[in-house]
């Protein structure tokens, strides 16, 4: 694309300039970096020296920029870089940063907003309230679309496995919405409350809220919505609208569930296969109760048969083709890990009380558990089903519990907190010993053990090392092998060719080597975890669905980048800790039933955990925007996009930063909140202002006395700023007036070095505040201290009374912040850098004569940019800027037309 | 009448309007009207959102006049006019009823009445919209030539500036030579740059563009024509040139202030004005000197003639060049002492650099009371200056120097012909007007007509140049189109009920009327070339009047001295003013609160609406 002229920024300066050169026929791009034009203008109240209200009068700026027949504007867009051309233009790349949301589609009608369940300081109104992570700027902001902010993917969401929106559910329950943070969860796996249970929770390790006091139970809280769903009755689904296609699912553990689910979901007829009594796999013959009940397992499994998915259980398949054959369209296969591992010692087999620890589990959960009152028990294996077989045995009343295994401690398999709680109930753990042999007549009698001296090799391989020399064994008349376990090859030996050890399917796409077949979870990975299971089963579905009906299996957007947990905690100055929520563990020892161990979440504790959320991705992926949005605006698949131009002149009005107000800690803003910065006073005064009054933040009361501080940030080396910024005065003497109309009983003092009423009728303004009752001091304040009762003490020097040092009470403070320089701009010039003065603002190398003419030919630089301007000033540089910019064009265009000639 | 399909608008403005008139109750009181047909009201009815709403509703709801009661029509008749345009409305189907100035902000002690206000308000201007009809705008093209007044720093940049946008030229100059104040000054803050120096380079700029032509001796002594093609006459060594151009630039610059002889000791030897101080350092080299003697004490009284009850403006450069000065004076008089004695220091931006070099430099700044300004004495052949300094505890203190120095501000200049050829306007401080001063710092309220530099307002020498440039821009923008639109809001004759009495010719201040022969159309969107823009032709033993669309106004004189009601002014014909008088004076007297029953003229009862209207958009 080629345009006369880029301008870059469009607060007055940059609308001005883009305004002009467009009426005098120029083709112009405007590059603004926030989500709407009109700069700092259109947020302030009003404007000195005339009192003109200044949305009026910046709305028709905005609004004949955005509509100018010469204009374009590109919004939340920056320039990332330029280049100079040959004939004096430049090339512009320019990031355009997405809003999530289609501004084709948007009609402006903030019903995103108000779903939202995510609230963040309102930057366009001095950060004094909150707005939504899907937020519309400001009423008159243009363009007038929802945008979505997003810093990246939330750590708890980006580390879970299944692909769960953890952010999304946690924000759902402070907002109250369980029912939807339940569907939330539902849009990847039926399993919620399976996972509320029995997931390893890698999101809540990387909880940035971990590195304060501790992170937000994620888990608990799914765990949370879940028995809340139950306990109403299960949320009635929507039996979705019936395709013609049917898919087989062979297994139901939580892959196949999950597969099963998510095709049903998308209108699929569904059929699950399973060989054992009852569904589950895994979740329901393997975990114990005490840690999964068998009700929860059924209440997940329930939310398949709700929605139309059949279950035939003591069903096993073993021929594809067959099931094919039934009409069939695909075929999943979610077998699991099924397939016991072997301890490979003598007697393992015919040695009586020699059981496997898959079998063991099983029949505990099918009620056909063997009695072990009295039994020494030894179990076999350091992962976490050894944990479970042996906290079972505990509660099987076995006398002894022994838990052997070839790691140590630190580097078992299982997680450090089971091995914790299972010593904590009894078991005894013998680590760093392989198993030697069996003892025994007919029933076992001992387990002979042999030091182990390292289990991996320095390849980090599974190959164990021996000590001969090391014996011991444990006395014990019942062994439960638990050592590990592995896919069903034999059953479907089409799937797992060249004797793999696992079902062969593409990671990507789940697709087997026999057309129509595809095989997801452990049966392809082998053992894992139920999280891992989850998402590996939710992206074969999305696969099967595409394959089903006929798309190109396209692996699905990456999510954002995950968000940098340190970026997140120094959004704020300071953390106040929150009690961390009780843990809730019933443990003791000699446990004699499979009651649950955990305590549940209290809605109360729920939703106050949930509050201490950081909102680290700012938005939380919650999707209540999506469901909210009438026009189907709003996609989350959207990305960033570059856009390169061609453009004869550049018009740099990028303006000016505020001084941040915190770095004159005596003056206390960011610790008193009643300290406000004059851009605060500014919002609490206009027609939009957040709470129809002026009050003070701390307590909401309306103040009666009111000190303003000059010159906080300018005229003062100590913070590197010796010079005036010029517009202070005059916007604290507007302010003045305003608050007298606002509050007719307030007290209005300034406290300041110089009144600079420098411009035509800002004397006469400075009169006629004086003339409404504004005190002014002379003397510059000391500092600011705050009272119990949240008012302020100033100290300063009263130069009009002899120079005492003074202390004076006030209610409110406002800090009339000075400017900064914003030269970020500077540095994107590929050939020569935009010279800036020592101050930092782009240097004017010609203001005599030249006033807005850069050290490089063809740019030029419109209002604060290079220096401090009011809004007439801004406008007179943008006006000077333009005609050069113009002169420069029209001499470029001049020079063509003589080599065209030529 | 035929009826008509408008919507209506009503606006909160955010709270300027709703704290004090409740907009629901307008929006129910009108709904009901005969011809409305979408009422709503809005937070902001300018923002783009209800641009766009009110964009659909026209299309939508086929929307044949619109009714927007918001603010003054100044500030945004042209938004909604344009937005009207988009959405394939003609813009003189708009009407905007001014609820704000006219109404909340005059009636805050009353919130009811002014309701009610706002509801007669509102009902006038749909009553005045039901008799609308579209309008073209006359296209002309512009003559692409400018006049730019003044020869000083500022106008030979505007001039060069526009020469640079391919438009032709003509800087007339009232004095002998170019460059203005600048041209005869020194080193000037900030930079330091030689003011004749920067004047010698513009000089060479203008002499490489052939399209500058300079008149120095000359003056601007009439104007008329319409906009975009004005007819000038500058008188150059008594001869009258005749010029057309499309636009006139002014940059006439200031004057100094001239203290009055005792005005601080003004009169006495070594009492002297910044003016001078900077004319004697100028125009000398080495040591400052006074009476044959090295200056080795100044005082500097600022303020002189500036923020007081005669000059109530600040000059704004003054301290800037005082301070800038004294650190001159430091390097030509090392050891020198000097004294500030001020009220503020306005040395603003950047400036404060050299505020603080002069300090670190020795000089001593003194901060007097308003109320209590420092006295000037000689005794005993000495220089005495008294002030009661603030920032020493009000202690007075008495500065025996060789030299005080007035620093005398800004004023404006003198010049009547000028102001009565263009028509200028003149604001309190004697300094020309523009039509804004916050977002059309350049533009007056006169057609075709631009101001810049210091004829507007006290500025440094960067700041007037580049409100020059602005100028420049401004005048581009209009220029470089080629055509101009005229509004076609004007008065037209109606020949068959004309008489022929000539009166309306008389009433017209613009000379847009003539008696004619034939008659003429008014208006409706033709191209006129500049030939024929001007004036109507008076056709000789012509009988009836006819209006030059291009030259009318639309100010209306004509019309009501016009015996046979033969003149109506478009957009405000006798029929809608009528009408909207009707609907005024369709007052309703007393309901308290925003529902009940009224009664309205004749004893009628109205019902206004108790329930807020459905299409409620916020």
């Known amino acids: 694309m080629r345009?006369?002229?880029?301008?870059?920024?469009?607060?007055?300066?940059?609308?001005?300039?883009?305004?002009?050169?467009?009426?005098?026929?120029?083709?112009?791009?405007?590059?603004?970096?926030?989500?709407?034009?009109?700069?700092?203008?259109?947020?302030?109240?009003?404007?000195?020296?005339?009192?003109?209200?200044?949305?009026?009068?910046?709305?028709?700026?905005?609004?004949?920029?955005?509509?100018?027949?010469?204009?374009?504007?590109?919004?939340?867009?920056?320039?990332?870089?330029?280049?100079?051309?040959?004939?004096?233009?430049?090339?512009?790349?320019?990031?355009?940063?997405?809003?999530?949301?289609?501004?084709?589609?948007?009609?402006?009608?903030?019903?995103?907003?108000?779903?939202?369940?995510?609230?963040?300081?309102?930057?366009?109104?001095?950060?004094?309230?909150?707005?939504?992570?899907?937020?519309?700027?400001?009423?008159?902001?243009?363009?007038?679309?929802?945008?979505?902010?997003?810093?990246?993917?939330?750590?708890?969401?980006?580390?879970?496995?299944?692909?769960?929106?953890?952010?999304?559910?946690?924000?759902?329950?402070?907002?109250?919405?369980?029912?939807?943070?339940?569907?939330?969860?539902?849009?990847?796996?039926?399993?919620?409350?399976?996972?509320?249970?029995?997931?390893?929770?890698?999101?809540?390790?990387?909880?940035?809220?971990?590195?304060?006091?501790?992170?937000?139970?994620?888990?608990?809280?799914?765990?949370?919505?879940?028995?809340?769903?139950?306990?109403?009755?299960?949320?009635?689904?929507?039996?979705?609208?019936?395709?013609?296609?049917?898919?087989?699912?062979?297994?139901?553990?939580?892959?196949?569930?999950?597969?099963?689910?998510?095709?049903?979901?998308?209108?699929?007829?569904?059929?699950?296969?399973?060989?054992?009594?009852?569904?589950?796999?895994?979740?329901?013959?393997?975990?114990?109760?005490?840690?999964?009940?068998?009700?929860?397992?059924?209440?997940?499994?329930?939310?398949?048969?709700?929605?139309?998915?059949?279950?035939?259980?003591?069903?096993?398949?073993?021929?594809?083709?067959?099931?094919?054959?039934?009409?069939?369209?695909?075929?999943?296969?979610?077998?699991?890990?099924?397939?016991?591992?072997?301890?490979?010692?003598?007697?393992?087999?015919?040695?009586?009380?020699?059981?496997?620890?898959?079998?063991?589990?099983?029949?505990?959960?099918?009620?056909?558990?063997?009695?072990?009152?009295?039994?020494?028990?030894?179990?076999?294996?350091?992962?976490?089903?050894?944990?479970?077989?042996?906290?079972?045995?505990?509660?099987?009343?076995?006398?002894?519990?022994?838990?052997?295994?070839?790691?140590?401690?630190?580097?078992?398999?299982?997680?450090?907190?089971?091995?914790?709680?299972?010593?904590?109930?009894?078991?005894?753990?013998?680590?760093?010993?392989?198993?030697?042999?069996?003892?025994?007549?007919?029933?076992?009698?001992?387990?002979?053990?042999?030091?182990?001296?390292?289990?991996?090799?320095?390849?980090?391989?599974?190959?164990?090392?021996?000590?001969?020399?090391?014996?011991?064994?444990?006395?014990?008349?019942?062994?439960?092998?638990?050592?590990?376990?592995?896919?069903?090859?034999?059953?479907?030996?089409?799937?797992?060719?060249?004797?793999?050890?696992?079902?062969?399917?593409?990671?990507?796409?789940?697709?087997?080597?026999?057309?129509?077949?595809?095989a997801v979870g452990d049966a392809v990975s082998g053992p894992s975890t139920i999280a891992k299971a989850v998402g590996a089963a939710a992206r074969a579905a999305a696969m099967v669905d595409d394959w089903l009906q006929g798309r190109r299996l396209e692996a699905p957007v990456a999510p954002l980048a995950v968000v940098e947990r340190a970026d997140v905690l120094s959004r704020q100055a300071g953390y106040a800790q929150r009690p961390p929520v009780a843990a809730g563990l019933r443990l003791g020892p000699a446990p004699s039933n499979f009651a649950e161990l955990e305590a549940p979440l209290s809605e109360e504790e729920a939703r106050s955990a949930a509050g201490a959320c950081l909102d680290c991705g700012v938005c939380s992926e919650c999707h209540e925007c999506l469901a909210a949005c009438p026009a189907d605006a709003i996609d989350f698949a959207m990305r960033?996009?570059?856009?390169?131009?061609?453009?004869?002149?550049?018009?740099?009005?990028?303006?000016?930063?505020?001084?941040?107000?915190?770095?004159?800690?005596?003056?206390?803003?960011?610790?008193?909140?009643?300290?406000?910065?004059?851009?605060?006073?500014?919002?609490?005064?206009?027609?939009?202002?957040?709470?129809?009054?002026?009050?003070?933040?701390?307590?909401?009361?309306?103040?009666?006395?009111?000190?303003?501080?000059?010159?906080?940030?300018?005229?003062?080396?100590?913070?590197g700023n010796p010079l005036c910024s010029k517009f202070c005065c005059m916007y604290s003497l507007k302010q003045n007036q305003l608050i007298m109309g606002a509050l007719p009983l307030a007290d209005v003092t300034v406290h300041y070095i110089d009144i600079r009423a420098a411009g035509k009728g800002y004397d006469e303004f400075f009169e006629q505040a004086k003339a409404m009752g504004t005190n002014f001091v002379k003397g510059r304040v000391a500092r600011v201290s705050e009272l119990a009762n949240g008012n302020l003490v100033l100290r300063y020097e009263d130069i009009d009374n002899a120079g005492r040092i003074v202390e004076a009470e006030y209610d409110m403070v406002v800090l009339a912040v000075g400017v900064q320089p914003n030269a970020d701009f500077a540095r994107l010039f590929e050939h020569g850098e935009l010279a800036l003065t020592d101050h930092g603002y782009i240097e004017e190398v010609d203001e005599d004569l030249s006033p807005g003419a850069t050290s490089l030919a063809g740019v030029f630089v419109a209002g604060a940019a290079s220096g401090p301007r009011d809004i007439p000033e801004s406008i007179l540089h943008a006006g000077a800027a333009v005609a050069q910019a113009a002169a420069y064009l029209e001499s470029a265009g001049a020079r063509r037309a003589a080599e065209v000639g030529a | 009448?035929?009826?008509?399909?408008?919507?209506?608008?009503?606006?909160?403005?955010?709270?300027?309007?709703?704290?004090?008139?409740?907009?629901?109750?307008?929006?129910?009181?009108?709904?009901?009207?005969?011809?409305?047909?979408?009422?709503?009201?809005?937070?902001?009815?300018?923002?783009?959102?209800?641009?766009?709403?009110?964009?659909?509703?026209?299309?939508?709801?086929?929307?044949?006049?619109?009714?927007?009661?918001?603010?003054?029509?100044?500030?945004?008749?042209?938004?909604?006019?344009?937005?009207?345009?988009?959405?394939?409305?003609?813009?003189?189907?708009?009407?905007?009823?001014?609820?704000?100035?006219?109404?909340?902000?005059a009636h805050t002690d009353d919130p009811q009445g002014a309701t009610r206000k706002a509801i007669s308000l509102v009902r006038a201007g749909i009553a005045g919209t039901r008799g609308t009809r579209p309008l073209e705008p006359t296209v002309v093209e512009t003559t692409q030539r400018v006049l730019v007044v003044g020869g000083g720093l500022t106008g030979m940049r505007a001039a060069i500036g526009l020469a640079d946008l391919g438009l032709a030229v003509v800087l007339v100059e009232k004095t002998a030579t170019l460059g203005g104040r600048v041209g005869g000054m020194g080193p000037m803050f900030p930079h330091g740059r030689v003011g004749a120096d920067l004047v010698a380079r513009l000089r060479d700029d203008i002499g490489r563009r052939p399209a500058v032509t300079v008149l120095t001796g000359a003056e601007l002594v009439a104007k008329s024509g319409t906009y975009g093609n004005y007819h000038v006459v500058v008188a150059v060594g008594g001869e009258r040139r005749e010029l057309a151009v499309g636009q006139v630039v002014v940059a006439t610059g200031f004057a100094d202030y001239e203290p009055h002889i005792g005005e601080l000791g003004y009169g006495m030897p070594g009492v002297l004005t910044l003016p001078e101080l900077v004319s004697r350092l100028d125009s000398s080299h080495g040591p400052l000197l006074h009476d044959g003697r090295r200056v080795g004490s100044i005082a500097y009284l600022y303020c002189v003639g500036s923020r007081n009850e005669e000059h109530s403006h600040c000059s704004k450069y003054c301290c800037s060049a005082t301070v800038h000065t004294a650190l001159r004076i430091t390097e030509r008089n090392p050891g020198a002492r000097q004294y500030h004695v001020y009220r503020d220091m306005r040395t603003y931006g950047r400036n404060e650099e050299m505020l603080t070099q002069s300090r670190r430099r020795g000089s001593l700044y003194l901060k007097f009371a308003?109320?209590?300004?420092?006295?000037?004495?000689?005794?005993?052949?000495?220089?005495?200056?008294?002030?009661?300094?603030?920032?020493?505890?009000?202690?007075?203190?008495?500065?025996?120097?060789?030299?005080?120095?007035?620093?005398?501000?800004?004023?404006?200049?003198?010049?009547?012909?000028?102001?009565?050829?263009?028509?200028?306007?003149?604001?309190?401080?004697?300094?020309?007007?523009?039509?804004?001063?916050?977002?059309?710092?350049?533009?007056?309220?006169?057609?075709?007509?631009?101001?810049?530099?210091?004829?507007?307002?006290?500025?440094?020498?960067?700041?007037?140049?580049?409100?020059?440039?602005?100028?420049?821009?401004?005048v581009g923008a209009m220029l470089k189109r080629g055509v101009a639109e005229l509004d076609p809001q004007v008065a037209s004759v109606n020949p068959e009920a004309c008489n022929g009495c000539a009166v309306c010719v008389e009433a017209c201040p613009f000379g847009a009327i003539s008696m004619v022969g034939a008659p003429r159309p008014a208006g409706g969107g033709h191209r006129v070339t500049p030939a024929e823009a001007g004036s109507g032709e008076a056709s000789p033993g012509g009988l009836v009047a006819a209006v030059a669309a291009t030259g009318c106004k639309g100010c209306g004189a004509c019309a009501p001295v016009c015996p046979t009601g033969a003149i109506d002014l478009a957009g405000y014909t006798d029929a809608q003013v009528t009408a909207i008088i009707d609907a005024l004076a369709m007052d309703l007297p007393g309901p308290e609160g925003r529902t009940g029953d009224v009664v309205g003229p004749g004893g009628a009862r109205l019902r206004v609406a108790a329930e807020a209207p459905a299409e409620v958009v916020r």
């Open chain 1, 640 to 719: 960033d996009s570059d856009v390169e131009v061609d453009v004869g002149t550049v018009v740099v009005s990028t303006g000016y930063h505020l001084f941040p107000a915190e770095l004159k800690p005596q003056y206390g803003y960011g610790r008193y909140k009643n300290v406000v910065t004059g851009e605060q006073m500014e919002r609490l005064l206009a027609p939009t202002r957040p709470f129809n009054t002026v009050l003070r933040p701390g307590d909401g009361r309306v103040p009666e006395r009111v000190a303003y501080v000059m010159c906080t940030g300018s005229r003062d080396e100590t913070v």
């Open chain 2, 370 to 474: 308003d109320d209590d300004p420092p006295e000037v004495a000689r005794e005993h052949g000495r220089l005495e200056v008294t002030v009661r300094d603030l920032l020493s505890a009000g202690e007075e203190i008495r500065l025996p120097v060789d030299l005080v120095v007035l620093v005398t501000g800004m004023v404006a200049r003198q010049n009547r012909e000028l102001v009565d050829v263009l028509k200028l306007p003149v604001g309190r401080d004697g300094f020309f007007n523009e039509i804004h001063p916050k977002l059309r710092p350049v533009e007056t309220v006169v057609d075709g007509v631009t101001i810049c530099g210091t004829c507007q307002g006290p500025k440094t020498s960067a700041e007037s140049v580049a409100s020059g440039l602005a100028a420049v821009t401004h």
């Open chain 1, 3 to 518: 345009y006369d002229a880029l301008v870059v920024g469009s607060g007055i300066g940059g609308m001005e300039s883009a305004l002009q050169l467009g009426e005098m026929g120029y083709k112009v791009l405007v590059v603004e970096k926030g989500p709407s034009i009109g700069g700092k203008m259109i947020l302030l109240s009003k404007v000195f020296p005339t009192l003109d209200c200044a949305s009026c009068i910046s709305t028709p700026k905005m609004g004949a920029t955005a509509h100018h027949r010469n204009v374009t504007v590109l919004t939340g867009a920056e320039v990332a870089g330029l280049a100079r051309e040959a004939d004096g233009g430049f090339h512009a790349k320019v990031h355009v940063a997405t809003r999530f949301v289609d501004p084709e589609r948007c009609t402006g009608c903030h019903q995103c907003e108000v779903a939202c369940t995510v609230s963040v300081p309102d930057q366009f109104n001095g950060e004094l309230v909150a707005r939504h992570a899907a937020y519309i700027p400001f009423p008159q902001a243009v363009p007038q679309k929802a945008l979505i902010e997003r810093a990246g993917t939330s750590p708890c969401t980006f580390a879970c496995p299944a692909g769960i929106k953890a952010h999304g559910y946690v924000s759902l329950v402070r907002a109250g919405l369980y029912g939807e943070a339940f569907d939330l969860v539902a849009e990847t796996t039926p399993l919620v409350g399976t996972l509320g249970r029995a997931c390893y929770a890698p999101c809540e390790s990387q909880c940035t809220r971990g590195a304060l006091e501790g992170p937000v139970p994620l888990r608990r809280i799914k765990r949370f919505v879940a028995d809340r769903s139950r306990a109403a009755g299960g949320r009635p689904a929507a039996p979705p609208e019936r395709n013609a296609k049917a898919v087989a699912v062979v297994g139901s553990g939580p892959a196949g569930l999950t597969v099963a689910w998510l095709l049903a979901r998308r209108g699929y007829g569904v059929k699950m296969f399973e060989a054992a009594p009852c569904p589950g796999g895994a979740l329901r013959m393997g975990i114990p109760s005490y840690r999964l009940p068998v009700e929860v397992v059924e209440a997940d499994v329930a939310n398949l048969t709700a929605i139309g998915v059949e279950i035939e259980c003591n069903a096993r398949v073993d021929d594809l083709a067959q099931l094919q054959g039934q009409g069939f369209d695909a075929v999943v296969v979610a077998t699991g890990a099924p397939v016991a591992a072997r301890l490979g010692v003598e007697g393992e087999d015919t040695l009586e009380g020699v059981i496997g620890a898959l079998d063991f589990l099983a029949d505990i959960k099918l009620g056909r558990a063997t009695e072990l009152s009295g039994r020494v028990v030894a179990v076999v294996g350091g992962g976490n089903v050894a944990i479970d077989a042996a906290r079972s045995a505990l509660r099987l009343g076995a006398a002894e519990v022994h838990l052997v295994c070839l790691e140590g401690r630190d580097e078992m398999p299982a997680h450090e907190f089971e091995v914790a709680e299972a010593c904590a109930e009894g078991v005894q753990l013998h680590d760093r010993w392989g198993v030697a042999g069996l003892e025994g007549g007919s029933r076992v009698e001992a387990l002979e053990l042999k030091t182990c001296l390292s289990v991996f090799d320095p390849d980090g391989r599974f190959n164990p090392r021996f000590d001969v020399g090391g014996h011991d064994e444990v006395v014990c008349d019942t062994v439960i092998v638990a050592i590990g376990a592995r896919p069903d090859t034999a059953t479907f030996p089409s799937l797992a060719p060249g004797g793999a050890r696992a079902l062969v399917a593409d990671s990507a796409t789940a697709k087997t080597p026999v057309r129509g077949v595809f």
């Open chain 2, 1 to 105: 009448m035929t009826s008509r399909r408008i919507g209506v608008y009503i606006c909160h403005c955010g709270g300027n309007i709703s704290d004090y008139v409740d907009v629901p109750a307008v929006v129910g009181a009108v709904r009901d009207e005969p011809d409305v047909v979408v009422v709503r009201d809005a937070m902001f009815t300018c923002s783009d959102l209800t641009q766009q709403e009110i964009f659909s509703d026209i299309v939508e709801h086929r929307l044949d006049g619109l009714v927007v009661a918001s603010c003054s029509p100044k500030l945004h008749t042209f938004t909604f006019r344009e937005m009207a345009r988009r959405a394939g409305l003609n813009p003189y189907e708009y009407t905007q009823v001014n609820i704000r100035e006219q109404c909340s902000w």
